[in-house]
């Protein structure tokens, strides 16, 4: 048997016109990435308590926040499934290789 994907539900999405408005107009000029997000958090709230304001038939809105996975040493892409050990992306990350750490505590691998 295949597998089979069954719509079950519709929302819409909403989206601010983020990178024409900020990065490529330079309206947030040489803010660090931290002040970007923080902004940008910003907008999405205004944008959600406007649709509050004037959309009828909105069941529930929400602002969630897109996330990643990096490493938290070099700031690598995250690629594994364990939560400690990245694939040795980096030597800081190599320190938590479950083989590495079987070693030295004297554990069969």
Not at 6 to 34: H, M
Not at 63 to 74: G, L
Request: charged content about 25%; aromatic content about 6%.
């Amino acid at each position: 048997m295949a597998k089979q994907i069954n719509e079950t539900g519709y929302r819409v999405v909403v989206e601010p016109k983020l990178l024409e408005a900020f990065w490529y107009r330079g309206i947030l000029g040489d803010k660090g990435a931290a002040q970007r997000l923080k902004d940008l958090r910003s907008l999405a709230d205004q944008i959600a308590d406007q649709i509050k304001r004037h959309v009828d038939g909105v069941g529930n809105i929400e602002v969630e926040a897109e996330t990643e996975a990096v490493c938290s040493h070099c700031g690598s892409g995250w690629t594994e499934e364990s939560a400690v050990y990245n694939g040795g992306c980096c030597a800081e990350d190599e320190g938590s290789n479950p083989a590495y750490v079987a070693r030295a505590c004297g554990e069969a691998i």
